[in-house]
């Protein structure tokens, strides 16, 4: 008599392989899906970081091509073709204005106004991102 495997041990072994490969494939599933996360949010802050060094953008409603944000930077040249393509529609909306007035050590009066607003940052008609900003006058 020969030894050989029966067939509910093949099915068995066929049905553990076959959730052992499952598992795998939704493990890396949903690696790619928290790297594509991860991704996406490094670019945010990267845009962010860009919009709130321009002074002058982010407090006030304009529109900028992303490559004049790269200016000061050294960028290849085919990035920077790339990134001229990219229109970002900045809006500003001011929130609250607050006056502060008080007394210098010296007793002349002095007056302090700061401006909370939200910029909201748009890339090809879709929201990207929005932030508070903090002006003093």
Do not use: P
Request: hydrophobic share 40%; charged share 30%; with cysteine.
């Amino acid at each position: 008599m020969t030894k050989s495997f029966t067939l509910i041990e093949i099915i068995i072994s066929v049905l553990l392989f076959s959730l052992t490969v499952l598992a795998v494939f939704t493990l890396q599933k949903n690696s790619l899906h928290l790297l594509d996360g991860f991704e996406r949010n490094m670019n945010k802050k990267w845009l962010l970081s860009l919009v709130s060094s321009d002074n002058k953008l982010g407090l006030e409603s304009k529109n900028k091509y992303l490559d004049d944000l790269l200016k000061d930077y050294k960028v290849e040249d085919g990035l920077r073709q790339e990134f001229k393509k990219y229109k970002l529609v900045c809006k500003y909306k001011e929130l609250q204005k607050r006056k502060f007035s008080g007394d210098d050590t010296d007793g002349a009066s002095q007056e302090l106004k700061f401006i909370i607003g939200e910029t909201s940052v748009s890339i090809k008609g879709k929201a990207y991102l929005s932030y508070i900003r903090l002006g003093v006058e």
